[in-house]
């Protein structure tokens, strides 16, 4: 699964002062890649994980979908927007995601996605709807992600509304023989973990994700 309340209203004022400086180019790109253990905004999904996707961008428009294996069935993604980066650096989008499953593993999310970068800070909002198999929910979450020159990064992500949780994320991105790999360490609160204490009681949670990926 792939990106903020006052930060919509702040989005709109800052895009009427952008200038974009987008190109006129099309282009199609194709991702495949695997995860130890796929976590989501700080849930674990599932642990060993394949996964495979597919993006066009023309212009500032942009439209994809991913799939990943969720061990009943697949999740499977669809999401479009449109995004734009001043000479400056800065950077706004908004867009559409919606969460599809094949099997029983969850049910449909579809959400609204805002984002807001500059330089090795990035801010993402989203809300949205889960369907909760005939009980609805309504959330929102909340994320900043800093990422260094040297691969390093680290986000935190809060989410809101009827949903309940956070979670840290460290980790170090790289490039070895054309292959994107990653390490990272995830810490979440006991809302979001799936680990219980001597007791059997929720407690927060934490583990190591390896990832492999490739595009073109």
Request: aromatic share 16%; charged share 20%; hydrophobic share 35%.
């Amino acid at each position: 699964m792939k990106r903020l309340t006052q930060l919509a209203a702040g989005l709109a004022l800052a895009s009427s002062a952008l200038v974009a400086s987008t190109s006129a180019s099309a282009e199609v790109s194709y991702n495949i890649g695997y995860a130890s253990e796929y976590y989501f905004r700080g849930v674990l999904q599932k642990s060993s994980s394949a996964s495979a996707g597919i993006d066009y961008e023309a212009d500032g428009f942009y439209v994809g979908s991913w799939a990943a294996d969720v061990g009943d069935g697949l999740e499977v993604d669809g999401y479009f927007g449109y995004g734009i980066e001043t000479e400056s650096g800065v950077s706004a989008s908004i867009g559409y995601t919606g969460y599809f499953y094949t099997g029983e593993f969850d049910d449909t999310y579809q959400e609204i996605n805002f984002g807001l970068g500059y330089g090795m800070f990035s801010l993402g909002y989203s809300v949205g709807e889960w369907d909760g198999f005939g009980a609805s929910q309504d959330y929102d979450f909340l994320d900043l992600t800093i990422t260094g020159e040297s691969g390093l990064y680290a986000t935190v992500g809060i989410w809101g509304d009827e949903f309940d949780g956070e979670y840290l994320e460290v980790g170090y991105g790289f490039s070895f023989a054309d292959f994107d790999m990653g390490i990272a360490g995830i810490i979440n609160s006991e809302e979001l973990s799936d680990e219980l204490n001597s007791s059997g009681s929720p407690t927060t949670g934490e583990g190591i994700v390896f990832s492999i990926g490739k595009s073109w």
